[in-house]
């Protein structure tokens, strides 16, 4: 009889707050229907993945929409653990297990955190939470979703928290640092860090999981996983992180097909140009390569970047299978059967994507000591080269597209007036009694949280250069405070407060409703 690898026998199940069990629902259940239940989870359904679906109808991956889908991919490779040689299981069970309801419910947390406007909106608020809040740590979309689960939501155990298990709460950690800490770390060649970390050291880690008011409970989540590395995530987290990687790269090309943004020409000259010319782009030097717009010099570019900081696993044999996989199933494939919202388009992007999306579940490695680039579920590496190209042309053919790029202008000052129109609020003498009453909630707590941590690791402040004293204690909690506020809006949301708050609309209710 197939069975699951044993997990969490050493603390995983426990919670901060104890809570009564029953024998009718497993712990894991509760937390994947705390998450569930979460304003914050329904909240998803109208914030951005990538593009907006106004304009381009249902069609279009909302934040909600994902989540599901990353669940579903999720809890499908952990259900195949069940069929893995021993030596596998064995390592599975050493390194703390994977149990399919822990996956599933990281899974659904883990876009949490996501600020309005989708990755736009969470650079645009890191950029003013650091340059003009003074926050030494920023903002980051994952270190959101922690501070959400742990210290922003609440449930009847506990007012601050979901009080989830520690399992679950180590799940989400998908970068378990914080961002200070890599300050006070020597400077590594790319290639020697995790991902996700970036070079610039002393501004700290670019991608991180908990900010530094919440760095005592990741450590103490962490603690449960004694067999996983320092900077490593749990295998549950491998598992989340691999197949949001799998539905991100195969769902967002789906929606850019459907919304008529994808087209033939220009992404078939693009990859049938690299793979003509290959030798000749390979021969140009960088700043060749950079003036010489011809058909293929985008996707050298990426794939010198792999090399560059992925040595451990690029291999150009492997690209060149991708590229040539991809230009045989996307563009001589998919995109040329034009979207009209027939039958036979959908036929054709559907079995496109389940095409792809079992391929790539297919492809699922388990390593007990991975590089410290990788994690300890990945994908094999032609799989990861595939992942590499979809991703090329979704980035190139989307993200880098000038009306987008415009669109995304706009957003960003919507972004800026909301977090200059509360700060703003919140420092009137006059006026600040008057804003938001969960605005003002979590200015106290989160003023509570920077003077608890300025008690218990005062190296904090030293090493980002703050003050210690009262005043500057509130000034760090009001500021943390405004970014969770403005953080936690919907799109639509933010542009009808953003509209009020400046003063340009005179939409009273219907706006102010978002308050």
Known sequence: MLSYPKSHTGGGRDRTIAEPHTDIEDEFRVDVERIRFSPYFSRLSAVTQVIPQAGSGTVVHNRLTHSLKVSAVARSIAVGFREVPDHVRDTIEDLGGCDPVVVQAAAAAHDLGHPPFGHLGEQVLDRIARKKLG???????????????????????????????????????????????????????????????????????????????????????????????????????????????????????????????????????????????????????????????????????????????????????????????????????????????????DRAVSAFTRRWIDRLKSSIRVEREPNIRSGHVRLSRQAWHDVVVLKFVHTRFVLDRPDLAVFQRGQSRVIEALVDGFHGWLNDPADAARAPRRLLDSVEAATEEYRQLRDDSPEFFTSAGVLTGVAEVARLGQARAVIDYVASLTDAQAISVATLISGTSDNLWESGRGL
């Open 135 to 345: 926050l030494p740590d920023g903002f980051e979309g994952n270190a959101q979703t922690f501070r959400i689960l742990t210290a922003l939501d609440s449930c009847d155990a506990t007012p601050r928290g979901l009080n989830l298990t520690k399992a679950v709460r180590a799940a989400v950690l998908k970068y378990p640092w914080t961002r200070n800490e890599w300050r006070s770390i020597r400077p590594r060649p790319a290639e020697d860090l995790p991902r996700g970390v970036g070079s610039d050291m002393a501004n700290g880690a670019l991608k991180f999981s908990a900010y530094s008011v919440d760095a005592r409970e990741m450590a103490e989540v962490l603690d449960v996983f004694p067999a996983i590395a320092q900077h490593q995530q749990t295998l549950e987290c491998s598992v989340m992180d691999v197949a949001d990687d799998i539905a991100y790269s195969v769902h967002d090309l789906d929606d850019f097909y459907r919304a008529g943004v994808l087209q033939y020409t220009s992404v078939s000259a693009e990859l049938s140009g690299w793979l003509a010319s290959q030798s000749a782009l390979a021969a140009l030097d960088a700043s060749e390569l950079a003036v010489r717009r011809i058909p293929g010099h985008s996707l050298e570019a990426a794939w010198r970047q792999v090399q560059a900081k992925d040595a451990w696993i690029a291999d150009v044999d492997a690209f060149r299978n991708a590229v040539d996989r991809v230009t045989s199933d996307l563009v001589e494939g998919l995109l040329t059967i034009p979207y009209d919202g027939g039958l036979e388009a």
